[in-house]
């Protein structure tokens, strides 16, 4: 493992940046990218897209369920859409369409949620979308991966483009630091990243929550020599079984970290896969709870319901005295 | 140019078309047998005279694209793609069976449907799609979608409705199948969507209404698309739900009503009555 960035200084930008902009750059080599969206270019940053690619984006207007069994309809004649539209509609409204005209019809539309979790903070619980891992995971045939710093983000962006599999994607619009410094770090659906190496514990975290998993890693480590191993577990499906039963095997107890209800998503899926193989060990989701949401900015936001560095940190001792 | 079929030939195709309807469903012992019934002329005329869709050709990015949004009366598309070669006819022995392909909606499993629906309100933002595709790559086909009068409440035929004219969609054909009926009773008792007409012309799309059992009225429609250039057009055509059955016609209960040993001898001997012209 290369060294942790360790300063709280944000040395990268907002996912939703790298995403757009990566987008930008493979569709000006390959014509067949097209982006759909809903009166979301601003909000998806594709303002840039729209102006110096025109032919390639395609507007629907604030119509979210059209929005993707058109991007269903372009797909299917062979053009590589990119529906890009705010989380909580998109996951929600257009549900039925995600099932039936991309997953189960086998459209290979690349769903982009943006503006995810409670990326819009104040906007309030309309906005947040704090469900789509947990509707999604249980919809057939659809890669699910919430990429948590800017490397993964343009990684995931990159072989979206080379999947030809139905996606969705999950940005924020937080400027996210980098995770690691490691050149020799690889991303691949399906397979989590090790961020940091651990004995004691393993905080496995996915989208924006990996890096104050990382920092209370840093923290345990630092104050009271406790060495918690961390994951980016950027995709919730399909789940890198193997990697969890590893470090399950190893490190004894685990914490799950989402920017998501408890309920459905990460945490769950990691709880199923534990019992389903026999292990009764320490475990916690770390989430949102059931409840709408405090009013705030994402950081407050995480700070309330203890998905901070300290919240996490505080957490992961308390589960180890249980051990 | 596609070899027209003769208009008495598909006269005598639809009474095939209908007898395989009713054995099919007969056999499986489920199916939407009144709307597939409403929806099989319209059916015939587009495979016989105007997609340029084949077995042979169904791979191409060329080819015509027809989307059956009113996915529950599949039965009438069943009968016609075995009919156009796509399959053996005796696969739809297993109609609804355990472990068949032939299910009762839609699926890409059987070949020559171009998408799996069922759910309503799919058909159009599909076809919306897949016929802007055809404009952003120059490409010809055209792109034809079946609604029934009783999805039209479903909000997204309407956004779907607004891209369409929208993006000037002169290569998208939606055809209403107009039967007026729906499984709980009328359309006009259990969501009024009268006038319909008047509403797509509003969302600006080129509108006209056909019989919709009449094969040389609805050819002559199809053959005068696009109704404007420019824009989506739309064909009412107007349906009688369990049309060609006597004690089928217009009535609600056979929505999805299977037919039993009599019922089903009755119809094929009213069917056969029409074809040797003693009706």
């Known amino acids: 493992m290369g060294a942790v960035i360790e300063n709280t200084t944000i040395n990268g930008k907002p996912n939703q940046d790298i995403f757009s902009a990566t987008l930008q750059e493979l569709a000006t080599i390959d014509k067949s990218i097209v982006a759909v969206t809903s009166d979301s270019r601003g909000s998806g940053k594709l303002v840039k897209f729209g102006a110096d690619l025109p032919e390639q984006i395609v507007e629907i207007g604030i119509a979210e369920q059209n929005l993707v069994g058109v991007a269903a309809g372009l797909a299917s004649a062979g053009k590589k859409a990119f529906a890009v539209s705010p989380a909580c509609f998109l996951t929600a409204r257009a549900l039925e369409q995600i099932k039936n005209d991309v997953a189960y019809s086998n459209n290979p539309v690349r769903l982009i949620g943006i503006s995810a979790g409670v990326s819009y903070g104040a906007l309030g619980s309309t906005h947040h979308s704090l469900h789509d891992f947990a509707v999604l995971r249980a919809i057939n045939n659809l890669i699910i991966a919430a990429p948590a710093d800017n490397f993964e983000t343009r990684e995931a962006v990159k072989q979206a483009v080379k999947t030809n599999q139905p996606l969705y994607l999950r940005f924020g619009k937080k400027a996210m630091p980098a995770l690691t410094d490691d050149e020799n770090i690889s991303f691949e659906f399906g397979k989590g990243r090790v961020i940091k190496e651990g004995d004691d514990l393993t905080i496995i975290a996915t989208g924006e929550t990996v890096y104050p998993a990382l920092q209370a890693a840093e923290k345990l480590e630092q104050e009271q020599g406790i060495k918690a191993a961390v994951v980016s577990m950027h995709t919730i499906k399909p789940f890198d079984a193997e990697l969890v039963l590893r470090l399950a095997e190893k490190t004894g107890a685990i914490i799950t970290v989402e920017e998501h209800s408890i309920y459905g998503g990460l945490g769950e899926a990691c709880a199923s896969l534990l019992l389903a193989n026999g292990y009764h060990k320490p475990f916690k989701i770390m989430g949102i709870p059931d409840e709408y949401t405090v009013t705030g900015s994402q950081t407050e936001i995480f700070n309330h319901y203890g998905l901070s560095a300290d919240g996490i940190a505080l957490a992961v001792t308390k589960l180890l005295v249980k051990q | ?279």
């Open chain 2, 1 to 279: 140019m596609r070899n027209m079929i003769a208009e008495n030939e598909l006269i005598a195709k639809s009474v095939n078309y209908r007898k395989k309807i009713l054995k099919y469903i007969v056999g499986a012992k489920a199916g939407h047998t009144g709307g597939s019934l409403s929806c099989v002329d319209i059916l015939n005329v587009l495979y016989n005279s105007v997609l340029n869709v084949s077995p042979d050709n169904f791979t191409s990015p060329d080819r015509d694209r027809y989307i059956q949004s009113k996915g529950h009366c599949v039965e009438a598309l069943y009968v016609v793609l075995a009919d156009k070669g796509f399959f053996p006819e005796d696969d739809l022995n297993t109609l609804c069976q355990y472990k068949s392909h032939y299910i009762g909606h839609p699926t890409r499993k059987v070949h020559g449907v171009e998408q799996n629906t069922g759910a309503l309100g799919h058909g159009l933002p599909i076809s919306v799609g897949t016929a802007l595709a055809a404009k952003m790559d120059n490409k010809a086909y055209r792109v034809f979608t079946l609604l029934g009068d009783g999805e039209l409440p479903e909000g997204s035929n309407w956004e779907a409705a607004l891209t369409a004219a929208h993006y000037k969609l002169d290569n998208l054909c939606a055809i209403i199948d107009n039967n007026k009926l729906q499984i709980t009773g009328s359309n006009a008792e259990v969501c009024n969507t009268a006038p319909i007409d008047t509403k797509f012309e509003s969302f600006d799309w080129a509108v006209k209404h056909v019989d919709g059992h009449d094969i040389k009225a609805l050819n002559e429609a199809f053959a005068a698309l696009p109704f404007e250039k420019g824009k989506p057009s739309l064909i009412i055509a107007h349906t009688i739900k369990g049309k060609g059955i006597s004690f089928m016609e217009n009535s609600v209960k056979w929505h999805h009503g299977v037919p039993d040993k009599e019922q089903y001898e009755t119809a094929i001997a009213e069917l056969d009555e029409v074809m040797t012209g003693a009706n």
